[in-house]
């Protein structure tokens, strides 16, 4: 079975610096997706980028974009120019091929001081 | 404003009731994901219908059951309800069935339990 492991359970960041979240997944598929997730205090979920596997670039949108290491199995979120709403719980998911639901780790509690 | 309805927003019930919620996808979008958040954890997979169809079910308790509508509005019934049972419970659409693009989630159904 697939798992989903976020080992920082919190992380925070200077305003205007980069962080960077980690995310590590088991699987033995070949062709999937993966993504992360913003969740605010307003308890809203938000997708912030996701990630084809079979795809050798790393995504990116804005600020955010990501370190894909397939064989690592390895999928880190970076925020550039961190921003106070960024401050929030981010949801590192795996998408399972035959069932097509997600399953996500714990999340990382990231803190954005000014 | 995602496109997923959830209703209602908050519910406060006592032990051993029964109670049900709502939810609209997205227009256009034919499956419909369950999830449930437990305080400052993850979001643990329920069920999935797709087209009125159970499509993938998670650990979902015997006390809960769900099913999807034609109009492809979904229920979910949780009954005999314990303090255990307080949680966020997100409902989420994806179009076709596919969850490549990931889902958009409603903001959420926040259940008490006294």
């Known amino acids: 079975a697939q798992t989903v492991t976020q080992s920082q359970p919190e992380m925070s960041v200077q305003e205007a610096e980069t962080v960077t979240l980690s995310c590590t997944y088991d699987?033995?598929?070949?062709?999937?997706?993966l993504f992360w997730y913003k969740q605010p205090p307003s308890r809203q979920m938000i997708l912030v980028i996701r990630q084809e596997a079979y795809k050798q670039q790393n995504a990116t949108e804005n600020r955010f974009s990501v370190n894909f290491q397939k064989a690592a199995k390895s999928f880190s979120l970076k925020i550039s120019d961190s921003q106070l709403g960024d401050a929030a719980m981010y949801f590192c998911?795996?998408?399972?091929?035959?069932?097509?639901?997600?399953?996500f780790g714990t999340g990382t509690r990231l803190q954005v001081f000014p | 404003d995602s496109g997923v309805t959830q209703t209602p927003k908050h519910l406060i019930t006592a032990t051993g009731q029964r109670v049900t919620l709502r939810c609209s996808p997205r227009?256009?979008?034919?499956?419909v994901y369950w999830y449930q958040q437990s305080l400052d954890q993850g979001l643990q997979f329920l069920i999935q219908y797709y087209n009125g169809e159970e499509r993938a079910k998670g650990n979902i308790l015997e006390r809960f059951s769900a099913q999807q509508f034609p109009d492809l509005h979904s229920e979910l019934n949780l009954s005999s309800l314990e303090l255990g049972d307080s949680a966020l419970y997100f409902c989420?659409?994806?179009?076709?069935?596919?969850?490549?693009?990931?889902?958009?989630f409603g903001s959420g159904t926040r259940l008490t339990v006294v």
């Open positions: 699987t033995s598929e070949s062709d999937y997706y």
């Open positions: 998911a795996y998408r399972v091929q035959d069932t097509d639901k997600l399953i």
């Open positions: 227009s256009g979008d034919l499956s």
């Open positions: 989420a659409s994806s179009p076709s069935g596919r969850a490549n693009y990931g889902y958009t």
